[in-house]
């Protein structure tokens, strides 16, 4: 009885737990909330309680006292902190859900293709155990595919990247299902390292995730610039060599020196994927091209760097940031159709 209530007054909702942001999709209402997966906490005598989630909390990373922290609860697109990850998912359920406790909303969650069951059970956990009915779980790649209004349930091939802030999934997919697909550990997270790893080597100067996150998102590129430099930015940081606080100039150029090992991982991930695609599906790809979907798609001229390296056609999803949650949201909105893709047990 108590289900049949819990379902009546609930709006079930899609979740795209992100490394970087999490989106929240209800249905009939669309896209609801994108905010940082990040959760900052004040300890005191060994206890924890929570301060902020999501935006306020990510002001704070890397600028908290010792009593504070500021974590990121999930990992290479699966929680690695799971206390965390449970306070974070119940935040933002309350944060949607501006009725009482009474209701209970069925969720579906977007997972990567490559996690374990262990890291399957431990998402479905988090989920129910913030006050889901029930729990969903779908593949990215599907996700991204439906998000980026490709055709999956069509007897023809369709190849997606989704570039998260985690991983990279690459995917053939045909009638609704996958084909092929493959995950790799390389994400935005793993760009704004680089960033951070150059600059250290090359200017004896430090700088924190969120000043590499911005000089990706203001000047990153995939490839070199055609005049050898491209545009430039002023960035502040520690010099190493006498601890004092240094401003400096970088460059398009060094940013792309920077960036090109994740990029190369990207593009041979995509060049795996095709070498393992039946012939009659890859045929279809070159016909149809490949989609970028995720943050990482946006970083400049990378799909120019792919179409370099495969010499198919590359383009960019609309909606590139939203096309996991928006998949998820439409698996939920057509879940009849979309059944075989849904994973409810386990």
Do not use: W
Request: charged fraction near 25%.
């Amino acid at each position: 009885m108590a289900g049949i209530f819990g379902g009546l007054f609930s709006s079930d909702m899609a979740i795209d737990l992100g490394t970087a942001n999490t989106l929240v999709y209800v249905r009939g209402r669309g896209i609801v909330l994108s905010e940082p997966s990040v959760v900052a906490y004040h300890v005191k005598d060994g206890v924890k309680k929570v301060l902020a989630v999501g935006e306020d909390a990510k002001l704070m990373l890397g600028r908290t006292p010792g009593t504070i922290e500021a974590i990121r609860p999930m990992r290479d697109g699966v929680i690695a902190d799971f206390d965390t990850a449970e306070e974070m998912i119940k935040h933002f359920i309350r944060k949607v859900h501006k009725r009482t406790t009474f209701s209970k909303p069925k969720i579906i969650v977007c997972v990567p293709h490559g996690a374990t069951p262990v890291e399957k059970r431990a998402i479905r956990q988090s989920v129910l155990s913030a006050g889901a009915r029930r729990a969903g779980l779908i593949a990215e790649p599907i996700a991204a595919a439906i998000g980026a209004g490709m055709p999956i349930t069509d007897p023809t091939g369709s190849m997606v990247v989704d570039i998260g802030g985690g991983t990279t999934e690459v995917a053939v997919l045909s009638l609704g299902d996958i084909v092929y697909a493959r995950s790799v550990r390389v994400g935005g997270d793993r760009m704004d390292e680089a960033i951070v790893n150059y600059l250290r080597r090359q200017h004896n100067l430090l700088i924190g995730e969120s000043t590499a996150e911005r000089i990706k998102t203001s000047i990153g590129t995939a490839r070199m610039p055609d005049d050898g430099r491209g545009a430039s930015m002023m960035i502040r940081g520690r010099d190493l060599l006498n601890g004092v606080p240094k401003e400096t100039e970088i460059s398009q150029a060094q940013v792309a020196e920077a960036l090109a090992e994740p990029v190369q991982q990207i593009c041979e991930a995509v060049m795996t994927a095709l070498e393992a695609t039946p012939p009659d599906l890859a045929a279809d790809i070159v016909d149809r091209g490949v989609m970028l979907t995720g943050g990482g798609a946006l970083l400049g001229q990378l799909d120019l760097a792919l179409r370099e390296q495969t010499g198919l056609a590359i383009s960019v999803a609309d909606e590139t940031l939203n096309c996991v949650a928006l998949g998820t949201g439409k698996a939920l909105e057509y879940e009849k159709q979309l059944r075989h893709v849904i994973d409810y047990d386990s």
